[in-house]
Every structure is written in C-alpha cells, then in structure tokens.
C-alpha cells in the first residue's frame, strides 16, 4: 500500500514534488563537482617527461612533514614547499655505490638568457639571430646529458671549463657552430663561453651543458642537485633496487617509479593537489553541508505543506508506519533521479572550474581532471539519504497523532517549534557565542578554523530557531509595516502567523548572506590592507625588474645601480616562502624576501612600520630574520629569540629575530639576508630593484641609465607600477574566494528561489479568502511584496551578523584591523537579493491571482 500510495502521489501531483525535485538536483550538481576535484587533488599525476626512459629517480621531499600528537596517538601533517628541494651533490657517490646500481647521473637545472654572440668568421649584427635578444635557456651539467629521450652529441666534444654545449636547434635558429662564442648571464653573472659542441635536446628544450664544475659554480646553489638518475645493473630488478634504495636512504630522500617521476620534474604538482583538495574537501564540505541544510528545509517544507493530505490518509484508516513507508517510498523514487541528472551539470561545473584553475597557472597543464564513479556514487547517495532523513522527520509528528488532532492541525497550520528543537537551538546559539571568543583569543590559521565552527553553530541554530526568529523579527519590524498602509500591515500579520513558513524561506538566504559574506569580504579585508601595506610602505622613486622573458635580474645589479648618479640607495628583493608550525599543530606558509644589498638601506626604499629591532641587524648569513608582527604572534617570538621554521626548500633553520614590522601582507612577511635567499630558492635571480633618488635628481635620465645597467636592458616603473604588479599577484586566490563564493550563492539563491515559490503556491486558500473578503488583486500583490522584502530583510540582517562575527576574529588576527567590506560589493548583492525574493513570490503570486477564488 506505502508504494502504491507513493507512486500515485509522485503521478498525479507532480507539481507538489517539483521544488524536492530541484533543490536535489542543485545539491547533487555541487557536490558532484566539489567531489570530482577532491577526487583529482587525491590522484593528480603528471606523466614524466625528462625522466620518460629512467627507471629510477631520487630527488628530495617536496613536502615539509612533521609528527604531532593528538591526545596519545601521533599524525604527520604536511605541508608542500614554496621552492624546489634539493638534493646533497655528495648523495650521487653513496647512491651509485650501492649494489645493483650501474650508473647515477645527476641531474641540475638552472636558468640563463643570452645576450650576445660572436663568431669566429664575419659577425652578424645584434638581433641578427635568435637568441641575441635575451632568449631563456636552461642550463645543466655535462653529467646530465643523455637522461631524457633522444640527449645525444650531435657534432664537437664534451665542454671544458669556459665552454658549453649547445642544443642543435637552438644553435640552427641562432646560426652558430663549434667554434663560436656565446654570452650568457647566469646567476653568478655574465661571461662569454666558448661553443665546443652541439648536441641533440628534447624538442622544445633550449638548453645549454656545462661541464660539472662549472655548472655547480654558476648555478646559483652549489653543491646541490635536482635529482639523480639511476640505471640498474643487468638483470636487476628496478623496483627491486627501489625498495632497496628507500630502505637504505631512510628517508634522506625519496625513490620514485612510474608516474611518480613525473612528481620530480614539476614539483608544482604538490601544490596543485593541496589546491584541489582543500578546494574539493574543505570547500566541498562546507558546500556539502548548505546542500543538506537546504534540501531537508525543502523536504520539510513540501512535506509539511501535505499534512492534510496525511491527516486524511490517517481518517480512512492509515497506520502511522504506511504514512512513514510512503514518505520514504516518495524519497527513494524522486531522489535518485533527481540526483543522477544533477550529475550533469555537476561534471560540467568541475571542468569549468579545474580549466580556469589551469589557465590561471595554479595546476600544471598535464594534470587530468579524475571523473570517477565515487564522486557520482556520492552525490546520488548523499541526496537520497538526505531526503528520506528530512521527509521522515518532517512527518513523524503527523504520522503519530490520532486521526481527529492531525487533521485539527492541519486545517489550523503547525504551531510553535517543539521544546527538544528549541533547546538545541539555543545549544547550538551558544556554541557560536563561545567559538567567537575562543576565536578572538587565537592568532594564525587556527582562528580560521576555529571561526568555520562559529558559522556551522549559528547556521544549525538559525535553522532551529527559525519561527523564533521570524516572530521576533516580524515584531521589531511591525510598527514600521503597520505604518506601510492595509497591505503592509496585513504581511506582518501573516507573517507573525506564518512564522514557521517563513523560516524555511529564509534559512536560504542567510546561508548564502553568511557564507559568502565570509568568503568575499576576507578576501577583500586581506586586499585592502595589503594595497595599504604597499602604498604606505613603499618609499622608493624607482622599481626595476627585468624584462619580459628573462629569469630576473642579472649578478651585480645593487652594486652598479648603486654607482649612477643622483641614487642614494639600492635594494634587490628575490621573492621566496617560508614554512613554519604554529600553535594548534598547523603548518602554514608565508611570504617572505631574500635583500640583495645593505640592509641599513632598507628605511630608504621601505617604510615596513618597525616596531621593535633594526633592519640594519640583517646580516649576511642564515642566522638573522626579521618578521611581520602578526607571524611573530604566530610563532610566539621576539627581537632576539629564535624562530623555528623551515625555508622554501625545506632546510630547517633557526634564525635570530632581529626586527619586527606591521607592514608585511602586502611586501612580505619576513625579510631574510640575500645570500639565504638565493641558496635556498628555485630561481637565484633577484626580481626586483628598488631605487631612491637624491632630492633634485632627474627622474628621467636616472630611469635611462638603470635601464641600461643590463644587457638588453632593464624596466623602469614607479610606485604605482609595483602596487599595479601586486595586485594582479593576488589576483588567483580572490578568484579562487569568488568562485566559492559564486556556486555557494548560485545554489542557495535558486534553492531560495524555489522554497519561495512553492510557499506562495501553497497560500491557494488564502488568498482566495483574503479576496473573498474584499481584498483587490493590487492589495494581495503589495501584501506579497511586503513579505519577501520582509524576508530578505531578515536574511541580510542574520547572514551579514554571522558573517561579521566570523569575520572579526579572523581579519583582525591576520591583518590588525577590522573587516572592509565595500559598498560596491555588498550593496549589489543586497540588491540583487531583494530582487530575487521580489520576483520568487511576484510570479506565483500572479499566477494564483489569476484563477477564480475558492474556498476548496
């Protein structure tokens, strides 16, 4: 009987499961997509490339690891490093004397650009060929020839110190041969080579060999290596050897095979899949549980709008076990269909997402998007089990009720919220009031995850307490209805009656109001105070970077930028990360920038708002670092104390603190000694010069000769050219904030929309009675009006109060302030959400208008 009752219900009122039917599939299409992208950020592999024909690779860790204990157990959290891990030079020897091993090749890579060449017979003039004008090559040691596929000695011999090997296409493009010279900058600096031979690359692979010695001198950082290549013995077993190798390593380093060794060559990978799993777990969470939130209220809501329907069916005889079994039938035939075609657009939203986050740089090009069955498989069965939850709970109180009560309460309308739910409520009320204060107390991420607790508690209590916070509402909010005229004072009755109505229509809206008000306005709280950091703190007259295409700076610039006339002071930055671990047992990252030159001339070119110490105090090796006071905070140190972090490598270190600034979210959250910098970062070029004048100095002629100071010269900008390249450095992670952002206010908004709908659809016999007694068609439509403003109002007021509780917490410990939140932004989405309730309620609202009142 519960499947046929289940059946003629779903056949013959469609209409009443439509918005079930939509809010499913909405939920299903997002955690399909955030399922598809966890699911990628948990298998992403890139093949390898270079290391196609090596059937062994060890290369260093590209993650920080670090034990912690949760109460008596232990975990190891990791995170990946900002710059490329190295390995010791040294390891080559230890690894290839180990049993089974043939041979171990190791393996460098650094970048250089041309500037010049000469040949032996008649020269060609500058630009006469391709790579006269900067052009990037990658440089590595003779030792490395013949790793990747097709590396052979084309013509020539092996380089000498002061020579170099040419790839065959590059010397084509370029009409050079053995015998000519080519000037190349390097880290170590500019220097003419001689071509000694050509040799067969990778197509697409400009690169140049040096011999070994000179590779590890002009490198950048000597002594370390990329990875080392291993080749078996014959008749020894590659993964054999590579189990070996990890015993015997113990951790010094990590053996790679198969797709592994594609991990190696782009070490970016382990970034990308942190991306894609916070995106798909952390965000994928959050974004799970506003789909069960909103699909159980509209369960709920559908269902409770079927009460008569159930207290009928409980008259004729229905046992209150049919009416749960027919709910549940109900459940088991809309959701899974629902769900399935919610699959679509869930797919299609995952490729949209993950080709903007490759277009964007954030993931490597050859990462595959992972479409499996357990996204599919999860979303289906997330929305089924949530829909036979919500419709068993929204009609249990029906289902249990003797014949003549339920079908008393269903002509006269649900009552207040039970006992049980109000006290959870306020439970839960609670709950957020004491994660705020926790949350202000905290510093780092930890008040970011401490401050997601705040908003899950007031979103299950508003969800809870809904009625309770219409009523009050309604009633703060009557006298200035009541003052709007017949139609005004007529919603807030009806509002004030129909509270438990309104709540469903509201918990939407305050949802998306307090998740995306969180999301959008941290990230404009963080872009604000970064462009204050930059506009306040950057003194210089002049920013020099290199020109488009080339790796950085050459060797040398501080000292001649420092010899034109009319400058007083010179610094170069090289842009770099940190890691470090801070309270909570969370390892995060932060910015950091390597000084080329003298630190006392640091207040010339920035003013960073020191707070206690001197900059001056940098000194030239890994023992002295001076911090933002907020990562200070983090690390809970001062001005000569130790601050145990890692580099972007992953070297541990312990420098001394030696200054402390509030300027750091937009410059850099710590300053390191140049030389630290360089040792320990993929690229060893500084990026960027910045520049004072003396008082008087022409700004033009000072601007022509820096720009001279490098082959192929250099760019000149000011301050608003550096404030301009910042901003679009922060571009992806806004982005990033806003997409979130976008599909959270997507889902809820149309799921707003359809709870919306499907209340003023159920006031049938209201409204005719309301027009029976003399109510015009303009009345009732006003009276519409007044109420979805009413619950846009409520929902603003709440999601933007929850929003701002989140907020404070977090913006204030990660940038001293309170939150920004523009007027350009919020009073748009204010707007916008107005007009979406507006509309929600005016178009069924019409529709009902036009039909002849009843009283049925």
Not at 823 to 841: E, F, I
């Amino acid at each position: 009987m519960s499947n046929g009752l289940a059946r003629a219900a779903v056949r013959f009122r469609p209409a009443s499961f439509a918005g079930t039917f939509l809010a499913l599939l909405f939920a299903s299409a997002v955690v399909t997509a955030c399922g598809v992208l966890l699911q990628t950020g948990l298998t992403a592999s890139v093949a390898p490339v270079r290391y196609a024909d090596a059937p062994i690779v060890v290369a260093a860790d590209q993650q920080v690891k670090s034990t912690v204990k949760r109460g008596e157990d232990t975990e190891t959290i990791t995170q990946s490093l900002p710059e490329r891990a190295r390995l010791d030079s040294g390891l080559t020897a230890t690894v290839a004397s180990l049993p089974g091993v043939d041979r171990a090749l190791p393996d460098s890579a650094f970048q250089v650009s041309a500037t010049g060449t000469g040949r032996s017979g008649p020269s060609e003039p500058a630009g006469g060929n391709g790579l006269s004008d900067g052009s990037g090559l990658t440089g590595r040691g003779w030792g490395a020839l013949g790793i990747a596929p097709g590396e052979r000695l084309a013509e020539g011999r092996a380089p000498a110190d002061g020579e170099l090997v040419l790839d065959t296409a590059s010397a084509r493009a370029a009409h050079l041969a053995p015998g000519d010279t080519l000037t190349l900058t390097t880290p170590a600096g500019s220097a003419a080579y001689r071509i000694s031979g050509l040799a067969e690359a990778q197509p697409g692979s400009a690169t140049v060999w040096f011999s070994d010695s000179t590779a590890d001198r002009i490198s950048g950082h000597p002594g370390r290596i990329d990875a080392i290549v291993l080749r078996p013995a014959p008749g020894t077993d590659p993964r054999g050897l590579a189990d070996e190798l990890r015993h015997s390593l113990d951790g010094r380093a990590q053996v790679s095979t198969d797709r592994q060794r594609g991990a190696v060559e782009q070490p970016a990978l382990y970034g990308a899949k942190e991306m894609l799993t916070g995106i798909g777990g952390s965000f994928g969470g959050i974004a799970a549980m506003t789909a069960v939130f909103v699909v159980a209220g509209t369960i709920a809501l559908a269902t409770g709008q079927r009460a008569r329907e159930f207290a009928l069916l409980r008259t004729i005889g229905a046992t209150p076990r049919q009416i749960r079994r027919s709910i549940a039938a109900e459940a088991a035939l809309v959701a899974p269909v629902a769900a399935a075609i919610g699959v679509l657009p869930g797919l299609a939203l995952a490729r949209w997402w993950f080709g903007e986050l490759v277009s964007r740089g954030a993931v490597p090009p050859d990462v595959v998007l992972g479409v499996g069955p357990l996204p599919v498989l999860a979303a289906v069965a997330a929305c089924t089990v949530t829909a036979l939850a919500a419709g068993w709970f929204a009609a249990r109180r029906s289902a249990r009720m003797r014949p003549s009560q339920a079908l008393g309460e269903a002509t006269a309308g649900p009552g207040r919220p039970g006992v049980a739910r109000t006290v959870t409520g306020a439970v839960f009320t609670a709950g957020a009031v004491v994660f705020a204060v926790v949350a202000a107390n905290l510093t780092g991420e930890a008040v970011a995850n401490t401050a997601l607790g705040v908003v899950l508690c007031f979103l299950v209590s508003v969800a809870l307490l809904g009625p309770w916070l219409v009523r009050g509402a309604v009633g703060l909010f009557g006298v200035l209805l009541r003052a709007g005229g017949a139609p005004a004072s007529l919603a807030a009755d009806n509002a004030r009656a129909s509270s438990r109505r309104l709540a469903s229509a509201t918990v939407p809206i305050v949802m998306v109001t307090a998740f995306c008000g969180t999301l959008v306005f941290l990230q404009s709280s963080l872009q604000h105070t970064a462009a204050e950091h930059v506009r306040q703190g950057l003194t210089a007259d002049l920013v020099v970077t290199a020109q488009p295409g080339r790796p950085g700076l050459p060797a040398g610039t501080v000292e001649r930028a420092g010899q034109v006339p009319g400058v007083t002071a010179a610094v170069a930055l090289r842009p770099t990360g940190l890691v470090y671990q801070q309270s909570g047992d969370v390892l995060g990252t932060a910015t950091a920038l390597g000084v080329d030159g003298d630190p006392a001339a640091l207040p010339s070119v920035l003013d960073l708002g020191v707070t206690s110490g001197s900059l001056a105090d940098l000194s030239g090796s890994a023992d002295t670092i001076a911090l933002d006071s907020t990562l200070a905070d983090s690390l809970g140190v001062r001005v000569g104390e130790r601050a145990p972090l890692w580099l972007g490598d992953g070297t541990r270190v312990e420098p001394t603190v030696v200054a402390t600034y509030g300027r750091g979210l937009g410059l850099g959250e710590a300053l390191l000694p140049g030389a630290t910098a360089t040792a320990h970062s993929t690229s060893s070029y500084p990026t960027q010069l910045l520049v004072a004048q003396a008082p008087g100095t022409d700004r033009a002629a000072t601007a022509e000769a820096l720009s001279g100071l490098a082959p192929g010269g250099l760019s000149v900008t000011d301050r608003r050219g550096y404030a301009a390249q910042a901003d679009r450095q922060r571009e992806l992670g806004a982005w990033a904030n806003n997409v979130m952002a976008a599909v959270l206010a997507g889902f809820a908004a149309l799921s707003a929309a359809n709870t919306l709908v499907m209340t003023v659809l159920d006031r049938r016999r209201e409204i005719s009675l309301l027009r029976l007694a003399g109510t015009t068609r303009r009345q009732v439509r006003a009276m519409l009006r007044w109420e979805a403003l009413l619950i846009a109002v409520i929902g603003l007021a709440t999601g933007a109060a929850i929003a701002w509780t989140t907020l404070t917490p977090i913006t204030r410990a990660l940038t001293s302030s309170s939150p920004h939140v523009p007027l350009g932004t919020a009073l748009p989405l204010a707007a916008g959400t107005a007009l979406l309730c507006l509309a929600a309620t005016a178009l069924p609202g019409r529709a009902l208008l036009r039909s002849r009142p009843t009283t049925r």
